[in-house]
């Protein structure tokens, strides 16, 4: 399959953008798609994230199209100051102008392991020591999240759909994806509640608080 012959939402089908050809959509999230692709400089195969909320059809709600632009451009900031392991990591990124939106692409390693999710959805049984690992090597990612940069990063939506199970021929069991709804600090949440419901804590849904305390609640969810 080549990149022709694929249907971008929200683009202007482009066979090519930049340094990455061959684009072929690997899967869709809610406020995402992921795409494959080669970069034809390097030689490797990239994972290219194209952000939904920049829709054309939202192109007149602006304050939608602010709130996005400053959502992302926080992921990728954040992304580029990681260096963990068990977080994907971020190649770099760079902006389209689509239906005069300028449109973030977040370019990351090609990460084509099912997620804890995947394999939940199989039916396949999980067994108490699978999930006491699991629980582990997140944890540990977390407390590097929580500590290691001065300020805490609050990651705010673990969910198995977000956790990738790697081979054993990889330096960490498990990574983390999806930086989109992570914050610096503590933060106290209005309005709308983020994460997803059945792994968010209790409080979030109170007082809206969502800290180091709120990500170990969603892990242990997943280890449920």
Do not use: C
């Not at 690992?133 to 990063?153: F, K, M, W």
């Amino acid at each position: 399959m080549t990149g022709k012959n694929i249907k971008f939402e929200g683009q202007l089908n482009p066979e090519r953008f930049g340094n990455f050809e061959d684009w072929q959509r690997y899967k869709r999230g809610g406020h995402s798609i992921i795409y494959m692709a080669d970069d034809s400089v390097t030689g490797n195969k990239v994972a290219i994230k194209q952000h939904l909320d920049y829709m054309p059809e939202r192109a007149g709600e602006e304050q939608a199209i602010r709130e996005a632009k400053t959502r992302y451009e926080r992921e990728i900031a954040m992304l580029g100051k990681l260096s963990h392991p068990g977080i994907v990591q971020s190649q770099g990124y760079f902006f389209r102008q689509e239906h005069g939106i300028p449109v973030p692409y977040l370019v990351m390693e090609p990460l084509e392991t099912d997620t804890i999710e995947d394999k939940l959805a199989t039916g396949q049984p999980v067994s108490e020591q699978e999930a006491r690992e699991a629980i582990l090597s997140v944890g540990t990612v977390l407390d590097y999240l929580h500590t290691a940069n001065g300020r805490p990063i609050i990651y705010r939506d673990l969910k198995p759909g977000n956790v990738k199970e790697m081979g054993k021929e990889d330096s960490w069991p498990h990574k983390i994806v999806d930086f989109s709804e992570s914050r610096i600090g503590n933060a106290t949440m209005s309005g709308s509640v983020m994460g997803t419901f059945g792994y968010n804590a209790p409080e979030i849904y109170g007082a809206g608080m969502a800290d180091q305390t709120t990500d170990f609640y969603s892990l242990l969810r997943i280890g449920a």
